[in-house]
């Protein structure tokens, strides 16, 4: 059933206006770029968002860590540049309708645009529940997968087909999107990663074969993805392999690996400058400035710029 329900987010075609997002299964043309003032400011500042990881609390359907993250989002919105804020999947346990409901008042409440994808978690259910809950959290939202130019990048939101994985659709139709990307450097933002890029849980991951095919593409600048659940100060979060970066997306309301003996909630920034030069800071909840120690920087002059 989930792969006939998989079917339905490739043969949607919808332009949402605005943002420069297509949805699956949109015409070849490439969606026209933002807003001016999200592709180039005076400050040398191409791009700025912030990334959100797992939550799916549990026992309780509660999402203190969410809040927290939200509201330091919302304060550097205020205070500095937010552009928008992205979401890897995993945001309600199982897909419940108690873990959807008490979410969304709170991903209501960000001030800058929010772009989730599906995890594993959301599989559980259907993909129509998740694009109903993701419609209340950002009225753009009617397909599970769908692409945004942003000028500088261009960002490829692919929610798995089952599990945390793809079959050969979607990693045909990830293909397509990166291929007409070219040459513009690609953020593809996908729940997992492909199984063997954290050794951490090295079986854990997308298995099959052909996403080698996707990071193999040289425009494909990084693979941003959650599921996880692992502590930032105890593993290693962000690593090249090949031309590609892989920044794990750090969970919110819970922590897996190496152990859950203790959990702080984190959510990470990317700034992409004028130049090609990007930096991933790392904010603890609640703590105004980054944490160094977990930043990690890279440039994009080797993906087309």
Known sequence: MVRRLAMR???????LAGAGLVAAGA??????????????????????????????????????????????????????????VVGVGDLAHDGTVIQY????????????????????????????????????WNAEITSARYVQDRGSVVLVYASPDFGRDFDDRGIDWMLDQVRDAAP???????HAAQAGVYPENPEKGVQNPRFAEIVAEPNVAAVI????????????????VGH??????????????????????MFRVFTVTTGGDVTVDTYQTGVAEPLERLAYRF???????
Request: charged share 25%.
């Open 184 to 190: 513009k450097p690609v953020f593809l933002v996908v």
């Open 27 to 84: 015409p070849a043309e490439r969606a026209p770029s933002g807003p001016a003032s999200l592709v180039e400011t005076g400050d040398g500042v191409a791009l700025r968002f912030a990334v959100l990881g797992d939550a799916e609390p549990k026992p309780d359907p509660v999402f203190p860590g969410v809040e927290a993250a939200v509201r330091d989002v919302n304060a550097m919105a205020e205070t500095g540049r937010i552009d928008f």
């Open 9 to 15: 987010w490739i043969q949607a075609v919808c332009v």
């Open 101 to 136: 409901e008490n979410v969304t008042p709170v991903l209501q409440q960000l001030t800058r645009p929010f772009y989730p994808i599906m995890g594993n978690e959301e599989h559980n259910t259907t993909v129509e529940r998740f694009l109903e809950y993701a419609g209340r």
């Open 225 to 240: 993805s959650g599921d996880l659940h692992m502590d930032m100060d105890r593993v290693v979060h962000s690593r090249q």
């Open 299 to 305: 440039s994009l002059a080797p993906h087309g710029r």
């Open 244 to 265: 590609v970066q892989y920044l794990h997306m750090p969970a919110l309301e819970r922590t897996k690996i190496p152990d859950g003996t203790r959990h702080t909630p």
